[in-house]
């Protein structure tokens, strides 16, 4: 048992809540952070920066922009299609759906839900969320545990759930403790920056697809459906402590008075207590609803989208990730780079373009240089791979105006899954 375990352990045992104990992180609980191939900075941004980066670019980074702007006319094209096909498999598992069925002998099936599942995961593959694994969910939901709302999981209401994340961060949050109860302190909790959950409830056909932004990893246990709210110490301390009095009230005067007069004072007393015992149960019922009531305010702050609008949403941060992707790297194959910083495999340039992104933006990135080079290849810029040989500027434009003009790669998402469009 680990130094954390054990001290958690011994808090445990003591009746002492986790939050007030050292364990302060949800990396302690043996979270893992997944890979992490988000670059946290728009598009727009990042090719300002590369644009303006004359020294390590040259005099000709300026008119990458307009690279820039030709693979993004075409990424477009592909997104679009794609999220049309989406949509259409989506349409029988929506539960938000608005327009009629129309042919109600197409009954969807199991081979049309894995279907959706594929196109759905390819897309958020595609822009650069990681699925958690059971252990991560399961480490999550340990440290959520000890945190702000408690909840227990019904699995007999869910059939599947699948949890996919992008971009991790810290984030400050104010809780009070018994030091500072009225203004708390700060405290640093770790963040997903964006977190997508598809659900499908039992004896459900509808599919849910929501998604969120800043939750802290601690809380993901609260964005589960098959979550339940249950009252915590303070909420039982309030509900029960109105009646103690009361109880002990009863008990003394049974505990002196004779057994006749006990007999009496019962009858005297049902209805009271009877009364006491409804309004044990209202005060349950009523902590549960005020739970529950703050579970949903702070979802609908956090809710980016749900369903038909996620599926969108995800779509479109396909093209933003595969256009800083591809224009990083078209940029670092520019010859003269090349020459001066002599990578001589794809590590190496995985490497330089990782350090670049440190050095000029202090971030820690796994940048996804296949992706890179797949993209480059598709859209037609590739020289020569082994030696990262691209066309030149004028060249690369000309190239990538005639690719959207023939919308050659329109259905490229649908021939990597093997589906007709």
């Not at 459900?204 to 969120?212: A, G, P, V």
Request: with cysteine; hydrophobic share 40%; glycine share 4%.
């Amino acid at each position: 048992m680990s130094t954390t375990e054990q001290t958690y352990e011994r808090s445990r045992q003591a009746g002492i809540r986790t939050r007030l104990a050292r364990i302060r992180s949800v990396y302690d609980y043996g979270f893992s952070r997944p890979d992490d191939r988000f670059i946290p900075v728009a598009p727009s941004d990042l090719i300002d920066l590369v644009t303006s980066d004359t020294d390590l670019f040259g005099p000709t980074a300026a008119d990458l922009s307009r690279v820039a702007d030709g693979i993004l006319s075409i990424l477009e094209q592909e997104r679009s299609a794609f999220e049309r096909l989406t949509i259409e498999a989506y349409a029988p598992f929506n539960p938000d759906r608005e327009t009629l069925v129309l042919d109600e002998e197409r009954e969807s099936d199991e081979a049309d839900e894995a279907v959706l599942m594929s196109k759905l995961e390819h897309m958020l593959e595609k822009a650069n969320f990681e699925r958690l694994s059971p252990d991560q969910v399961q480490a999550a939901i340990e440290a959520g545990n000890t945190h702000g709302l408690r909840v227990n999981l019904d699995q007999s209401s869910v059939e599947s759930v699948s949890i996919w994340v992008r971009g991790r961060t810290e984030s400050i949050v104010r809780r009070r403790t018994l030091l500072n109860p009225r203004k708390g302190i700060e405290e640093n909790v770790a963040t997903f920056n964006r977190l997508v959950l598809i659900a499908k409830m039992s004896r459900e056909q509808h599919l849910h697809i929501k998604m969120f932004k800043d939750i802290p990893i601690r809380d993901v246990e609260a964005l589960l459906p098959h979550a339940r709210v249950k009252i915590n110490r303070k909420d039982a301390f309030f509900m029960v402590g109105g009646g103690a009095g009361a109880i002990w009230s009863v008990a003394t005067k049974l505990t002196i008075a004779s057994v006749a007069a006990v007999t009496n004072l019962l009858w005297v007393l049902a209805l009271p207590l009877a009364g006491f015992s409804w309004r044990l149960f209202s005060g349950y019922r009523r902590a549960l609803k005020e739970r529950d009531s703050h579970r949903a305010r702070h979802l609908y702050y956090q809710g980016l989208g749900s369903n038909r609008s996620a599926v969108h949403t995800v779509a479109t941060l396909i093209c933003e990730e595969e256009i800083k992707e591809a224009v990083l790297l078209y940029a670092f194959c520019a010859p003269h780079v090349v020459e001066r910083l002599r990578p001589q495999s794809l590590a190496d340039m995985d490497r330089l373009i990782q350090n670049y992104l440190k050095e000029r933006i202090g971030i820690d990135v796994d940048f996804d240089i296949h992706d890179a080079v797949e993209t480059l290849e598709r859209l037609g810029l590739w020289v020569d791979q082994d030696s990262f040989k691209v066309l030149d500027i004028e060249e690369g434009i000309a190239e990538l105006e005639q690719h959207r003009i023939e919308r050659r790669s329109v259905d490229y998402h649908a021939q990597l899954l093997g589906i007709e469009p």
